[in-house]
């Protein structure tokens, strides 16, 4: 059974850093690709930053230069690595595998004063 469980998300003043994490299990996570989504009420879910199984990454322009997605492959676990955090970064904050379309339950990032 597939199960990706996301931690590290709470509530933190602007200009901040956060690190969000994914333990995966029951996939085939290191040839997989895997991404980070974010979610604010009313809103699609949108792609933050993805990570291939080479490590290639690709980020949304609006978090270029502050987060940083990473992998650990002997961990099965995905990172998201967020600084200078603002208000308009707070959302729910998804895990997914990208290459066998499963999603985790997500974590809560509120950024705020």
């Known amino acids: 059974q597939v199960h990706l469980v996301e931690s590290g998300g709470g509530v933190v003043p602007p200009g901040v850093s956060l690190r969000l994490s994914c333990a995966v299990s029951?996939?085939?996570?290191?040839?997989?690709?895997m991404g980070w989504y974010r979610q604010t009420p009313g809103n699609q879910r949108e792609l933050v930053a993805e990570?291939?199984?080479?490590?290639?990454?690709t980020y949304a322009d609006s978090v270029k230069g502050r987060f940083t997605i990473s992998r650990d492959n002997v961990k099965n676990t995905v990172y998201l690595q967020m600084n200078s955090l603002k208000p308009e970064d707070t959302a729910v904050y998804y895990c997914?595998?990208?290459?066998?379309?499963?999603w985790g339950q997500g974590t809560q990032v509120i950024v705020s004063s």
């Open positions: 990570i291939t199984n080479r490590r290639t990454t």
């Open positions: 997914k595998d990208l290459t066998d379309d499963y």
């Open positions: 029951g996939t085939t996570f290191s040839i997989n690709a």
